[in-house]
């Protein structure tokens, strides 16, 4: 796979004041349109690094204590997951202009990662290939092209550790523990421990990278930790060489190890999810991205069991189970934490893969996945005019407002993590508020060349700061300079320094 220089992802529009008052939260075939190269470290003049220096010194002497500090680099907020298509299907699906369309809406958004799920493959083997390629080679490789072309950078699905175990490939001692048995699927959980599934899975790898010129990949781990549970359903073919415990997943960390650096070695990125809120639990780097929030329900208890991680987090709080008071309130659970939302976009995603003739569905009382893809099939149906759902984690009906919250504060948020911040997460000692946070309030700095103070209160009733130094709302260029801030109920600011 040939390494590419990709355009980068615009500077966007600043951010701005934002709290929980009467007005909610908010206070093809052509050249492509090159975006605006986001600003590097080695682009800054002498006084652009001079006045970058002067805030993070400003920033270490005044913050005392902190959750977590971090480095930004290399971080792409801007992530989109991408339907392609409904799969299973009765004929696959290939890229049009409509795609064309899509992915220019998408560009302009600030949209710089995207990520289609396992519809880009045959995991069922319907149509020729199988769960570890293409479903439609030739559609594929044009999508592909289709998102370089506008500068953007693509990943897909696979899982090491999730196989069918309909498929003629499948082997039952590479499986430990029980199947995830759901809507089209019967996947077996197959062992990081097993050298044949490790054999089998990595030499898919290469091809997968190299064959289809994409840029990394998504991997939905399929987890089960080896040499633990019930000896009657741990793989026969397990090698346990590690420490397995609650706090280490000794397989799981060589294998993605491995797997991190076939993808770093082809400048690729890899983002992982092991289920619901969790990390892996390793000592070394094995992703780029972590995604949480599949069958999370509630965005408070999403935001404290992930708010730690090591960056960085995309959190997707599943919207096919959760409800929200705002489409907001997920911008003030994920910001103060360096966090932020994945988008679901592409094609309307209509459920109509769970009504394909010839495939065998577990009853809807027993499968959520079954019960909630035809909820959507039906809502389309009867509404083919939309509002759409856009995926597996979205809400029947769709969103209309998904989109437009989604980019609006995405340009809030990129001039905080510009290549280069350094950031200071849930500050607990700080000089630069006068007196003790209120309670339920948490304060996280950003220093670059510009100074911010994400400030949230996740409470249910109003708090009022009083900061040190001036600040204005950030984007808000006629906003005077104060002191004196007050904080609505469960609401977000994003503030300037001024000076």
């Given amino acids: 796979?040939?390494?590419?220089?990709?355009?980068?992802?615009?500077?966007?529009?600043?951010?701005?004041?934002?709290?929980?008052?009467?007005?909610?939260?908010?206070?093809?075939?052509?050249?492509?349109v090159a975006?605006?190269?986001?600003?590097?470290?080695?682009?800054?003049?002498?006084?652009?690094?001079?006045?970058?220096?002067?805030?993070?010194a400003h920033a270490r002497q005044h913050v005392r204590r902190a959750m977590r500090k971090h480095l930004v680099t290399s971080y792409l907020p801007g992530q989109c997951c991408y339907n392609l298509g409904e799969y299973p299907s009765v004929k696959p699906w290939e890229?049009?202009?409509?795609?064309?369309?899509?992915?220019?809406?998408?560009?302009?958004h600030?949209?710089?990662?995207?990520?289609?799920?396992?519809?880009?493959?045959?995991?069922?083997?319907?149509?020729?290939?199988?769960?570890?390629?293409?479903?439609?080679?030739?559609?594929?490789?044009?999508?592909?092209?289709?998102?370089?072309?506008?500068?953007m950078r693509l990943i897909v699905y696979v899982s090491s550790g999730y196989f069918d175990r309909k498929d003629p490939d499948f082997r039952p001692e590479w499986a430990a523990g029980p199947d995830l048995r759901e809507i089209y699927f019967q996947y077996a959980h197959c062992s990081p421990a097993s050298p044949g599934w490790r054999a089998y899975f990595l030499k898919h790898l290469?091809?997968?990278?190299?064959d289809y010129g994409i840029d990394g990949l998504y991997n939905d781990l399929g987890y089960v930790q080896p040499g633990t549970g019930d000896p009657a359903t741990q793989s026969r073919d397990e090698v346990v060489a590690f420490d397995e415990s609650p706090t280490h997943d000794g397989a799981l960390e060589d294998l993605l190890g491995m797997i991190h650096a076939e993808v770093n070695r082809r400048g690729g990125i890899v983002k992982v999810h092991i289920g619901g809120p969790r990390a892996p639990a390793t000592d070394v780097k094995v992703y780029d991205y972590l995604w949480v929030g599949e069958a999370g329900e509630n965005g408070d208890l999403l935001r404290e069991a992930t708010k730690n991680h090591a960056p960085y987090v995309v959190p997707c709080l599943d919207m096919s189970r959760a409800k929200i008071d705002r489409e907001d309130d997920l911008y003030l659970h994920a910001i103060p934490y360096m966090q932020f939302p994945l988008l679901l976009a592409g094609?309307?995603?209509?459920?109509?893969?769970?009504?394909?003739?010839?495939?065998?569905y577990p009853p809807e009382d027993k499968c959520f996945w079954t019960r909630h893809c035809r909820a959507i099939w039906k809502q389309y149906q009867a509404h083919p005019d939309g509002p759409h759902s856009?995926?597996?984690w979205d809400s029947v009906p769709g969103r209309p407002e998904a989109r437009?919250?989604?980019?609006?504060?995405?340009?809030?948020?990129?001039?905080?993590?510009?290549?280069?911040?350094?950031?200071w997460l849930e500050v607990a000692d700080s000089d630069l508020w006068t007196g003790p946070l209120p309670d339920k309030v948490v304060a996280s700095v950003f220093a670059n060349r510009q100074s911010y103070l994400v400030l949230a209160n996740y409470g249910t009733t109003p708090a009022e700061l009083h900061t040190a130094d001036p600040y204005v709302p950030v984007g808000d260029g006629q906003a005077q300079p104060k002191k004196d801030w007050k904080l609505e109920a469960r609401s977000l600011q994003l503030l300037q320094r001024v000076g």
């Avoid at 975006?35 to 993070?56: D, G, K, M, W």
């Avoid at 890229?95 to 369309?101: L, S």
């Fill in 347 to 360: 094609r309307p995603f209509t459920g109509e893969r769970a009504v394909i003739p010839g495939i065998e």
């Fill in 35 to 56: 975006a605006a190269a986001p600003p590097v470290l080695a682009s800054y003049s002498a006084e652009e690094q001079r006045r970058r220096l002067q805030n993070i």
């Fill in 95 to 108: 890229p049009d202009d409509g795609d064309e369309r899509e992915l220019d809406r998408l560009r302009d």
């Fill in 404 to 423: 437009p919250t989604h980019q609006r504060w995405l340009s809030r948020y990129l001039p905080l993590v510009e290549e280069g911040t350094w950031a």
């Fill in 390 to 392: 856009y995926g597996w």
């Fill in 1 to 32: 796979m040939k390494r590419r220089t990709f355009l980068g992802m615009g500077a966007a529009a600043a951010a701005v004041s934002v709290s929980g008052s009467a007005r909610g939260l908010e206070g093809g075939g052509q050249r492509p």
């Fill in 206 to 210: 290469a091809p997968i990278l190299d």
């Fill in 110 to 151: 600030g949209i710089r990662l995207i990520q289609v799920h396992e519809e880009w493959n045959d995991s069922q083997r319907r149509f020729g290939s199988h769960k570890l390629a293409a479903l439609n080679p030739a559609g594929f490789r044009r999508f592909v092209d289709m998102v370089h072309r506008r500068g």
